[in-house]
């Protein structure tokens, strides 16, 4: 069986992509993993970019982490060098390094993310931070073999040599999610109020202002129904005002791994995004997939991304638009007929969104590439 290493400073809770890639190729790789976990979230590296004294300490943490890839490399020599490199998530210095360490080895990066369009995104600006970050994607792009991109849209930001090296693999879910999802929803109280739960950093993308003036109004028309809102960010505290006085919402700091997919799975409803920036439309988030997973009936912002890859697996509002989003919630919670048979298409379509059936054009990619 061919070895395959899976590299970089790429934190496997906070961004479960990587676990995915890897769940899929595992049952034909022979996967091992020198990973060290930088640590710092995407709201901390773009608030570096905004605040550049904070830069030192990146600086020092991602050389300590560094060092210790690199020594960690030497086990993987001689009759343990692996076939091909994985280079995890917002790995845009790790696959520098890769290359360096790894210099005729075939390497894949998981570019699910532009660092300009992200700046720009989190509303990070300047001509000078622009270009800087821009020659960052190029460097990342040219030292991978296979690039690894979650949809079309993405895919067409490459330039055209770059373009041939790449791969589209949505995001998917992880294999956990699957798991402790099986059994709940079935047992639901069909009385119940509806249940609605979101989980994300509260970034322009996510749309969280919409989300949270959509559940305004349907506490102010009387809809029965209880949100969790999971995380905090940017846009967290205009959420706390919108939804001031809204007693059916729940906060909740953060949850991790096992906790997190648990606490989706009690809920009818999982959010996906409702951000209308030019980044917002061409992503299809990783918690579609994870409240899918879940067995979650699933509603997200209507774009040409998700429609293609989701199809009728969930319901869709126009990106922006709270009223919309109020309307389609307050069916669900009117007919529960409909909600169930969403959460059966969104579970029939998240069987065929499971790691080892995302990753078969990656496999074959790899080992032409070996």
């Given amino acids: 069986m061919r070895r395959l290493l899976a590299f970089g400073t790429f934190d496997l ?158 995001v998917g879910a992880p294999a956990r999610w699957y798991r402790l999802a099986q059994g709940r929803h079935g047992s639901r109280d069909a009385d119940a109020p509806l249940s609605i739960v979101f989980f994300g950093l509260f970034t322009p993308l996510q749309g969280t202002p919409v989300i949270a003036a959509a559940l305004r109004r349907l506490h102010d028309d009387g809809v029965a129904f209880r949100a969790t809102l999971i995380g905090t960010g940017q846009d967290a505290e205009r959420c706390r005002e919108i939804l001031e006085g809204v007693d059916e919402v729940t906060w909740v700091p953060w949850l991790e791994g096992a906790d997190l997919a648990e606490t989706v799975a009690d809920h009818d409803v999982c959010l996906g995004i409702m951000g209308s920036t030019p980044k917002g439309l061409d992503v299809v988030p990783n918690k579609v997939y ?18 293609r890859v989701l199809g009728d697996a969930v319901d869709y509002a126009p990106p922006g638009d709270a009223a919309a989003l109020a309307a389609v919630l307050a069916r669900l919670s009117r007919e529960p007929a409909a909600r169930r048979a969403l959460q059966v298409r969104g579970r029939a379509r998240a069987d065929e969104l499971r790691g080892d059936r995302l990753v078969q054009d990656l496999d074959d990619r790899l080992r032409r590439r070996g």
Avoid: K
């Fill in 290 to 307: 994870q409240g899918l997973a879940a067995g979650c009936a699933v509603v997200t912002s209507d774009t040409p991304p998700q429609r």
């Fill in 13 to 170: 809770d906070r961004h479960p992509r990587a676990r995915v890639l890897l769940e899929g190729l595992s049952s034909t790789w022979q996967v091992a993993s020198l990973n060290r976990p930088l640590g710092f979230s995407t709201a901390e590296r773009v608030r570096m970019l905004e605040q550049p004294w904070r830069l030192g300490g990146f600086a020092a943490r991602l050389a300590g982490r560094w060092l210790q890839l690199a020594a960690g490399s030497l086990r993987y020599r001689g009759d343990r060098a692996p076939d091909a490199l994985l280079v995890g998530y917002m790995g845009h210095f790790d696959v520098l390094l890769a290359r360096l360490l790894f210099p005729r080895t075939v390497i894949a990066l998981d570019h699910l993310i532009f660092a300009a369009g992200t700046a720009r995104d989190r509303r990070a600006s300047g001509r000078v931070l622009h270009l800087v970050l821009s020659a960052l994607d190029r460097a990342a792009l040219a030292a991978a073999d296979v690039l690894i991109m979650d949809t079309d849209e993405h895919a067409r930001q490459l330039r055209p040599r770059e373009r041939r090296r790449a791969l589209v693999v949505p």
